[in-house]
């Protein structure tokens, strides 16, 4: 049965009876949410029964790190009304008196060398409006697989083709041993497919080892080459002989008078050696397959018009409450019993998620919403107006307006002229 994530009625009761959100049977409980009383070990046992992942990829699962939970959204554990995502005022508004808001505004400023504190102290706060903004993700945890043909140069010993059985294929390797931690951003891992191995003739030589000079048999026909091509000498320019300044000439130590010298690539020989097969003649050949797990993400907020002009990632990097916290091979929309905003919001992220390339498969998905809060300040001085935000329970500064005080005029490191 779908319970509501919260509810006035049962604010008081433990938060563990709102963390799982979305239909029975869809969520694999994770352990992210500060306050849960669900265990890493029982979280991990689950992910090993999961009938989404095969058992080569229990060790990533079970292998999955403790959250930190410093690093996580509050978790909120008050109720909300029944209007289209409106928060009881126990959240939405932000207890902030003048003094606070001053302080911040100064703090912010006093980090940015040109910028006067003036105004920050004296104009007057003319209006404090929230302006709450909801964010909601969707991790997709893929792993991608891909075959590629390595060649290299064959010098002997022993070589592993079908003759000691029959090649695997790309998704038949088992790499639980290499199976990282679900939801890191990114790594690579390379596997010599076994049994892949064979040895050819290089073609560039036709297995002589050895290819036409470039320098003194450039205008051979393909395949010939002749020996013992010279050089003119550069020294006596094909002379014998150097001369000197008082008329007299001396035999040439270069050529020893002979006007002429070896090639210098190939020793007249008319050969060198094949770079592609370093003269072995030879090459072998092995498919490579080529593994890369990485997370896809999908970030959406849903901000009023008080807050629509600040940029997503202050939002995205901002500390609020974490209503919804989901895992599951497929994440489905959640289900808010008493709001009809936040459904539609979870199914709009949901339905945003990210492409899966056809070469990859999905591990696991993680759904999150969360709800950041924003302060609006509106500072006056005459007919003169600015605002800034106060964003998240780090309450962080953010100006979208020009700041009144500023004395930058490009003679100190700040830049800030350059942005003018």
């Known amino acids: 049965m779908e319970q509501p994530l919260l509810s006035e009625e049962k604010s008081s009761e433990n938060w563990s009876s709102y963390q799982y959100v979305g239909r029975s049977g869809s969520v694999i409980p994770t352990a992210s949410l500060a306050g849960t009383e669900v265990s890493v070990e029982e979280i991990r046992s689950a992910a090993a029964y999961s009938e989404h992942y095969p058992p080569s990829l229990h060790s990533g699962l079970v292998g999955s790190p403790e959250p930190d939970l410093d690093e996580q959204a509050v978790v909120y554990q008050g109720g909300y009304g029944g209007g289209a995502g409106s928060t009881t005022s126990e959240f939405q508004r932000q207890t902030l008196d003048e003094v606070e808001i001053r302080e911040l505004l100064i703090d912010h400023v006093g980090h940015r060398c040109c910028w006067g504190s003036r105004p920050a102290r004296t104009w007057k706060i003319q209006r404090v409006e929230d302006c709450n903004v909801y964010v909601g993700t969707l991790d997709t945890f893929i792993e991608e697989r891909e075959t590629v043909r390595e060649t290299e140069p064959y010098i002997g010993g022993s070589v ?54 470039p320098k003194c048999n450039a205008n051979q026909e393909p395949g010939f080459y002749k020996e013992n091509q010279m050089a003119q000498c550069s020294a006596c320019h094909g002379r ?56 896809l993400s999908t970030r959406k907020v849903s901000a009023t018009s008080g807050a629509a002009s600040v940029p997503d990632d202050v939002f995205h990097r901002a500390k609020g409450v974490q209503l919804c916290n989901t895992q599951a091979h497929q994440c489905t929309p959640a289900f808010f019993a008493d709001s009809y905003f936040l459904n539609k919001f979870s199914s709009e992220v949901i339905a945003d998620r990210a492409y899966v390339p056809l070469s990859a498969r999905v591990i696991s998905e993680r759904h999150t919403i969360s709800v950041v809060p924003v302060t609006r300040v509106t500072m006056a001085h005459r007919n003169r107006l600015f605002s800034f935000y106060i964003i998240g329970f780090s309450r962080e500064v953010y100006l979208k307006d020009y700041y009144p005080a500023r004395f930058c005029w490009g003679l100190c490191p700040c830049l800030e002229w350059l942005k003018l």
């Open 160 to 213: 592993d083709g079908r003759d000691n059985g029959p090649e695997l294929g790309v998704w038949e390797l088992d790499l639980k041993s290499q199976f990282p931690v679900l939801f890191i951003p990114h790594k690579e891992s390379r596997e010599i497919i076994p049994h892949s191995e064979s040895i050819a003739k290089c073609s560039d030589c036709a297995g002589r080892g050895d290819t036409v000079c």
């Open 240 to 295: 014998g002989l150097l001369a000197h300044k008082d008329g007299s000439d001396s035999i040439c130590v270069t050529c020893n008078g002979k006007g002429q010298i070896p090639c210098a690539t190939c020793g007249s020989r008319g050969l060198v050696k094949c770079l592609t097969c370093e003269g072995s003649g030879s090459l072998r050949s092995r498919n490579v397959a080529l593994v890369r797990w990485k997370t």
